[in-house]
Each structure stands twice: as C-alpha cells, then as structure tokens.
C-alpha cells in the first residue's frame, strides 16, 4: 500500500460505529413507554432495527435483549426474534417479558432448543395451550419445572399425556399428586404404576364414598329391572353406583359356597386362571379386572379388592399366600410389603374401596378385549376422545 493510501486509511472513521449508533439509537425508541412515541414511528423503528440485528454482533443483540426485558410494548415480532436467538440473548426475554405472547411463545419453543423450552415452563404464568406444546417434546427436564409451576395450567389432553409419560419417568408421579388439575379417573390410572407412597395417597384423597350418586339414582334401579337391565351403558353405569359388591347371582353357579371359600381353596392349592377368575366372578368384578389386580407388582389392589368385598384381614393373608407372596419375614415379622399392603387395607373405608374397584372394573371392562386389544368397532366417532373408560384402558393397554 502506498504511503497516500496508508495515509488516507488512518484518517478514516472507523467501520460500524455509525451502525452501532443507530442500533442503540432505535433500542431507545422502542423502550420508551408507549404513549412517548406514536404508535407508526414505533412500529417503523422496529422493522428497521429488526433488519439492523439480522447481522448484528452479539453483543447488540444482547443489549437490545437485556433493554426490552421488561419492555411488554415492545413489539410481538421483534420479541419472537429476540426470545428465539441463542440462550443466553433469548433468556432476558423469556424470563422477564410479560408482553410475549402464547403463540410466539409457542414458535419459539419449535425452533428453540431444549434449553429455550425450560426457560418457557418457568415463566409465570403458562396457559393450557402452551403447556400442551412443552409437553409434547416429552422432555422431563422441562415437564417436571411445568408441574411445579404454579402459574401454570394444564388441559386435560395435557394431563393424559403427562400420565403416559411418567410411566417410563417415576418422578413425574409425586409431582402429579399435587396438581389441582388431577382428577379422579387421571389418579385411578396413575396408580398403577406409581409407588407405594403415591399409591397410598391416591387411595385416601382421590377415592369418594359416592354416597350422594347413590341417594340420586336410588330410583333408578328399580326401572332398570323392569327393563331387564337391557341397556348396556346404562347397565355399566349403574355398576359403578350401586352399593352392593359381590354378586350374589354368582353363588348360584359357583361350585364355592362364597368368596371366602373360593380363597381359602386358592391358599391351599395356589392362585391359577380357574381360581382367579372365579374369585373375580364372586366378587363381582370382570376377568380383565381380577387379572389386573392380581398380577400387580405393589399389591395394593388386592387390600382395595378385600376391603371392597368385604373380606376380613385373615383373607387378606390367604389371599396374598395363594400368590406364593410371603407374609412374615425375617423373626416372624411382618414382610415388609405385605405390611405396607396391610396398611392400605386398614385405612381404606369400605365405601371407598368400592369406588375404586368399581371404577377400576368399570373402566377396564368397558374398554378392553382380551382377544383384540381396544374395541373400537361399537364406539361412536366421539367416544374414544371424550370416554373416561376409554383414555383409562390405551393409558394402561395402548391402543388410539
């Protein structure tokens, strides 16, 4: 280079800093509140800025991050620019921009990455909406911050896809149980695979005695007789009210003179189909259900299942011998699960331990075939995304 050209350089103004003078200069504008600048001059400041940060350093798109924080005015699409750039940018405006809104937020969490989606499940307030969006990356770093979140609300879809998820993630169990959301049906299927604490919680807190259902209906059933209980939907409904448990119908066709009969046999020659099933008839619960019951690993079934049926606690023994499970341990104690098992059965009401089975025979039966899997050649075009009996049975079997 020549001596003039050398000479002409160092005279020069440096490259950028006008730029970096009008980014600044725009950031200002934008911040102000609202009603200092009109709402056209905004808005053409900030699609100019938002042209300037298409190649802007990071340092600027920092600072523009870090000035519109808590700038709610600010406008949507600069926001959903900001809050889908890198982590450390986007951060200022996930977390502290209130002016954001569900369905940018929504864009952001499909373009983002996993880091983005926490920072999204932390926010304030989280509508249903967009908690169905976290939850279905299946992400259980971001799904466990969105259940304690108490901003945030949960659909029910939302709540079922959660419950399939903490199958395969235990700790999303506990976190379950305190969500006021939780219904009783979504807690009669998280039972299933949630341990014994949660199990015993759900027990207590989730299972009703259904005495007002039965006092309303009480009419009911005298003019499903006269029909012959010919109705199927009104006939499993009536199932799941009615107070009485065993079926008495059953003893006339048994080779066992009652319940009891038919578990002290099963103690002594051990549980197998025959015996399961008969001991499900009399106790007037559907095959599917006895076989869930009785193949569950916890066993706190089975104390819902006597107390139900009103079997006292030295059938609860010959019941849980019949499945060559012990009952004493080490020195004569108690075995361990068997007392926790114990423990289900004796805080457990009676009444609220027909609500249980019945719920549970009602919609497993309802919804289940032994040869096919889900039935779906009766169901209405409805059924399977509305049926309470129907999300039970493809949350523990699969199926739509």
């Not at 938002?50 to 523009?64: K, N, T, V, Y």
């Not at 926001?79 to 982590?87: D, T, V, Y």
């Not at 609860?316 to 020195?331: D, F, H, I, N």
């Not at 027909?354 to 899997?373: D, E, F, I, K, M």
Request: proline share 5%; glycine share 6%.
């Amino acid at each position: 280079m020549s001596n003039v050209a050398e000479d002409l350089m160092e005279g020069a103004p440096e490259i950028g800093r006008a730029r970096d003078a009008l980014v600044r200069r725009l950031i200002d504008v934008l911040a102000l509140p609202s009603s200092n600048v009109p709402p056209q001059d905004r808005s053409m400041g900030s699609d100019i800025l938002l042209e300037l940060l298409f190649g802007a350093s990071q340092e600027d798109l920092a600072l523009c991050a870090r000035r519109l924080a808590d700038k709610s005015e600010a406008p949507r699409r600069l926001l959903r620019f900001l809050a889908s750039a890198p982590i450390d940018i986007a951060r200022h405006v996930l977390e502290g921009n209130d002016g954001i809104e569900d369905s940018d937020l929504a864009h952001v969490a499909g373009v983002g990455t996993p880091e983005h989606r926490l920072l999204i499940a932390q926010r304030k307030q989280v509508s249903a909406m967009l908690s169905d969006v976290l939850i279905d990356y299946r992400e259980p770093h971001v799904i466990t911050p969105l259940l304690k979140n108490r901003g945030a609300s949960l659909s029910d879809m939302g709540l079922d896809a959660v419950l399939e998820i903490s199958r395969e993630e235990p700790d999303l169990c506990r976190l379950l149980l305190d969500r006021p959301e939780l219904t009783p049906a979504h807690a009669m299927v998280l039972f299933w695979w949630a341990d014994p604490d949660v199990r015993r919680v759900i027990l207590t807190r989730h299972a009703a005695e259904r005495m007002e259902l039965i006092a309303v209906c009480s009419d009911v059933f005298p003019m499903m007789a006269a029909e012959g209980w010919r109705d199927p939907h009104a006939r499993k409904a009536m199932q799941l009210i009615e107070r009485r448990q065993r079926n008495r119908d059953a003893i006339e066709k048994s080779q066992f003179v009652n319940l009891e009969h038919a578990v002290e046999t099963a103690a002594k020659e051990g549980m197998n189909a025959r015996l399961a099933q008969e001991v499900g008839f009399l106790a007037g619960v559907k095959p599917i259900t006895i076989a869930k019951l009785l193949s569950d690993k916890g066993g706190e079934g089975i104390a819902v299942l006597c107390k139900a049926t009103g079997l006292k606690t030295a059938y609860l023994k010959l019941l849980w011998k019949s499945l060559r499970r012990p009952v004493e341990g080490e020195a004569g104690e108690p075995d361990p699960w068997f007392r926790r098992v114990l423990h289900c059965y004796q805080i457990l009401s009676v009444a609220k331990a027909q609500t249980v089975l019945r719920y549970w025979n009602w919609s497993l039966s309802s919804a289940y075939s032994p040869t096919s899997g889900m039935v779906d050649e009766e169901d209405g075009p409805q059924e399977g995304n509305y049926s309470a009996a129907r999300k039970t049975a493809a949350l523990l079997f699969g199926g739509r």
